[in-house]
């Protein structure tokens, strides 16, 4: 039986409120594992769309084997227009078309800024706005004669805004709206609020904190970066039993009142005060408020979410309590997260409970030092009631310990819930080994994603920074596609960058902007690796996706990002003048110079020009631009004749002789074909000289494993993946790690924290590995855009018995298992219906196999035990 299933519009998960008018359609097709379907390929497909399920209208029969992101066959949508959809397929060797898929539904959300008849209203009260302010809550009542047959509500705001009617809590958003470039691109929610009405008295109500719009943000303690007041725009439609439209929408009629959040930032923490919590709030009969102003406002930059919101995505109990060495009561709940702790608490009125959080402990107290000036600490007044429980709903944390003071009574772990908070992703991949630690490390990638990707890919969580850096997102953006759906977090990313970058120039180091001094950079400079996120992070989503929209929509901030690059490298490519980043956080750079590492930046600097310009090239030829195509490649076959000018000798001998350098140029394809054998033994014999310890900052350490799998040392490979010692990937686990740490060894053996001024513990960045660990040790890699054809070359080695890998792409979940018995390798591998499969077995002929959709076994004697193989060209993406 053949089934189309998963019917998806554009990339949202949930196409509700969507801001597209033609929604392009995708869907996923599954088969029975049968051999009379084996090898299963669509041929053509029929949609039916109508305004709901029972009024469906064929767009008739489509000849083709695509299955991604179709046109859409109806009208545009207009304006809150929902509609409903549903399709079947021919496949091969069916007898007829398949059963229909079950009928799927997209609602418009307000596709133009003359939608919007509601104002962006604040508070008429005057405020400093020079440290946190408390919360403000507006509200308004109004009348409804009829029982409601549907309501919208549409809502933004300049902070973080929560919606209430009829004293109920709107939706499970955290943190809404999110974080964009506000002045360009300010995103709405849309809620259906239909169950939330009811005839006669209603108030709606918005509670208001400070947020990344006007509290502290970036690095220099600066506040009021987008403004220096909070403000609400709310539009609630409703249709009534008749058919009456009724629309209430944020103006001068509004009321402003006191919030029992006396403070809220996103850095320090939250400050509740409960006795306050029934003061002039969104139920019917309160009063005492204050007025509102309407302030000037342009609503055309009001866009439509492209990926999910935040939400709380996990709870978790304390593990242990722990006093510390001065007598603190500490939690401990296992695991490094971002998000915050949920409390039940009895005792009297005006008693003050205390939570400060931190992700380590150093010598048995709360290590607060890396946070700098981060407060984190939330505060909680008690009302005096029976039983209160509270959590607080703007500001997040990074922290596995929590030290609690000022609790009445014996402190209850049960009383205590860490609530993870993130970017409410779908989990797309899953890997697992038979080693333990390389499962942990495998785990702490995954956690170190989930606590940074908060709205925007931030570098970490905790201290007084949590930016979008766009190095890091970089290096990232494959381990993170491969884990979770990123395609809709990624494209509003990626607009910011885009918008924030302008026609000329290179992109900002953070997305969105956050200005500041950082000597001796000018405010936005050329940065190799980090600005080279405007070319590859979209080549990587068109990879995992097959979306040629993420390149055209790019393709601009591309071209600027390279034309900026090669006027700094002057006229000869050669970037003799100014100053970067590099191989940032080389183990061998001082911890207060993180930037000084043993591979010069400059090399640096004209690899990626070199490499970038050549994917860039590759862009802008799928998408018909065959002049600027020509442009782009000859700026990288330019830029590659400097590089290897300057930094390779006669027969592939690199300077430096360093393990970023030889992975780079091998990774990157700066050398002939005849320089890699040397300059890959040059590598092994690098990764040797160091310990088979890591020797890679943020450029090395995504390449370093490939460069050396990929020419035949994979033995090498496996010794620095499995390395215990200090620098290593699983240095940190010995340490009792969770997540992904900034250094190498932001934690020292004596279990103090690294004296450098700038560490965290959780960083995704050099969990960039997993990658490879995907794709080599289990040996599940994408070969066509949108894994339409999967590439199964398994390399095993380190002594590991078996590993499995299974990854979710936009045609279905294609799985990897290998197992070895003795010297018998055997592989199962799963491949989605629509697509095919190049297996590679790793035995002496290193044999080749091309496979269809379906489930595939295979068996083989292994060629040794270290599992090297005969060399591959590289071809990064």
Not at 325 to 353: C, M, W, Y
Not at 407 to 431: I, N
Request: hydrophobic share 40%.
């Amino acid at each position: 039986m053949t089934v189309p299933s998963a019917l998806r519009f554009e990339h949202h998960e949930h196409p509700f409120g969507i801001g597209e008018d033609r929604p392009r359609l995708s869907w996923q097709v599954t088969t029975e594992l049968t051999t009379e379907h084996a090898g299963w390929v669509q041929v053509a497909y029929e949609l039916e769309c109508g305004p709901d399920e029972s009024s469906l209208v064929s767009y008739g029969r489509v000849e083709t084997a695509a299955q991604l992101l179709q046109p859409w066959p109806a009208a545009p949508l207009k304006s809150r227009q929902r509609a409903a959809a549903r399709v079947r397929v021919w496949g091969s060797g069916d007898g007829g078309p398949s059963e229909w898929s079950p009928v799927a539904f997209v609602e418009a959300g307000l596709l133009d800024a003359t939608d919007w008849q509601a104002s962006m209203i604040r508070p008429a009260w005057e405020e400093a706005s020079e440290d946190t302010e408390p919360a403000a809550r507006l509200s308004r009542s109004f009348e409804l004669q009829e029982p409601v047959a549907s309501a919208r509500l549409y809502a933004s705001a300049h902070g973080l805004y929560v919606p209430y009617i009829n004293g109920r809590r709107v939706g499970n958003e955290l943190l809404a709206p999110g974080w964009t470039s506000y002045h360009h691109r300010l995103r709405y929610q849309t809620h259906d609020v239909t169950d939330h009405l009811q005839p006669g008295t209603n108030v709606i109500g918005i509670e208001l904190a400070d947020g990344w719009w006007r509290g502290n943000l970036g690095f220099q303690e600066k506040r009021n970066f987008y403004g220096t007041r909070t403000a609400a725009i709310a539009q609630l439609e409703i249709t009534d039993s008749r058919g009456e439209i009724i629309l209430v929408g944020t103006d001068g009629s509004w009321q402003a009142g006191p919030s029992p959040v006396r403070a809220a930032d996103l850095y320090n923490g939250e400050s509740y005060d409960a006795r306050l919590k029934d003061q002039g709030w969104s139920a019917p009969g309160n009063g005492g408020l204050d007025g509102v102003v309407a302030e000037d406002f342009d609503a055309s930059v009001l866009v439509a979410p492209d990926g999910p919101p935040v939400r709380a995505t996990e709870e978790l109990p304390v593990k242990a309590v722990l006093a510390s060495p001065s007598g603190k009561a500490l939690l401990d709940f296992g695991q490094n997260l971002v998000g915050h702790v949920r409390i039940r608490v009895t005792g009297q009125s005006g008693t003050e409970v205390v939570l400060r959080h931190a992700e380590v402990l150093e010598h048995g107290e709360l290590g607060t030092r890396p946070l700098r000036v981060a407060k984190q600490t939330d505060r909680y007044i008690l009302g005096g009631e029976t039983e209160e429980q509270w959590e607080p709903e703007f500001t997040i944390h990074g922290f596995r310990y929590v030290e609690v003071t000022g609790w009445p009574g014996e402190l209850d772990p049960e009383a205590f819930t860490a609530v993870v908070v993130h970017s409410d992703l779908v989990r797309t991949g899953t890997f697992e080994c038979s080693d333990p630690m390389l499962n942990q490390l495998h785990s702490n990638v995954l956690w170190g994603m989930r606590g940074n990707f908060v709205d925007v890919p931030t570098d970490c969580p905790q201290r007084n920074e949590r930016l979008g850096w766009t190095g890091d997102f970089q290096i990232f953006a494959a381990t993170a596609s491969f884990l979770y759906r990123i395609p809709g977090f990624t494209a509003s990313w990626l607009k910011d960058l885009s918008v924030e970058q302008g026609t000329d120039g290179p992109p900002p180091l953070v997305v969105p902007e956050v200005t500041f001094d950082m000597p001796p950079f000018p405010t936005r400079p050329v940065m190799a690796a980090w600005g080279d996120a405007a070319v590859l992070v979209p080549w990587v989503l068109y990879q995992r996706t097959g979306d040629l929209e993420f390149l055209r929509r790019q393709l601009p901030s591309m071209l600027a990002w390279l034309d900026a690059a090669a006027q700094a490298a002057g006229p000869d490519l050669r970037f003799e003048h100014g100053m970067q980043f590099g191989d940032w956080l080389d183990p061998a750079a001082p911890p207060n110079e993180p930037g000084a590492g043993r591979t010069p930046w400059q090399f640096v600097a004209h690899a990626y020009l070199a490499y970038s310009a050549s994917v860039a090239s590759q862009a802008a030829a799928l998408l018909g631009n065959d002049d600027e195509s020509a442009r782009l490649g000859s700026l990288g076959h330019r830029a590659r004749a400097a590089f290897r000018e300057g930094f390779i000798s006669d027969g592939g001998r690199i300077t430096p002789e360093t393990q970023t350098a030889y992975a780079v140029a091998l990774s990157f394809g700066l050398l002939e074909p005849g320089e890699r054998a040397e300059a890959a033994a040059g590598l092994a014999a690098a990764v040797e000289a160091d310990g088979y310890r890591i020797g890679t900052g943020f450029v090395g350490t995504p390449l370093v494993c490939d460069a050396l799998s990929d020419y035949g040392y994979s033995t090498a490979a496996y010794r620095l993946l499995l390395q215990t010692e200090c620098p290593s990937w699983l240095y940190p686990v010995t340490m009792g790690a969770t997540t992904i740490w900034e250094r190498w060894d932001s934690m020292l053996p004596d279990g103090s924290i690294n004296p450098g001024e700038m560490t965290s513990f959780n960083h995704y960045a050099l969990g960039a590995v997993a990658d490879w660990m995907h794709r080599s040790v289990a040996g599940l890699a994408c070969a066509e855009p949108g894994f339409r054809k999967l590439l199964v070359r398994p390399r095993p080695g380190g002594g590991l018995e078996w590993a499995d890998a299974r990854h979710e792409g936009p045609y279905g979940e294609a799985a990897v298992r290998w197992d070895i018995s003795g010297g018998a390798f055997s592989l199962s591998v799963t491949v989605p219906a629509g697509c095919t499969a190049t297996v590679y077995l790793p035995d002496v002929e290193e044999s080749r196999h091309e496979v269809g959709s379906g489930v595939h076994t295979f068996n083989c004697e292994l060629a040794q035990a270290g599992g090297a193989l005969r060399p591959l060209l590289p071809a990064r993406s």
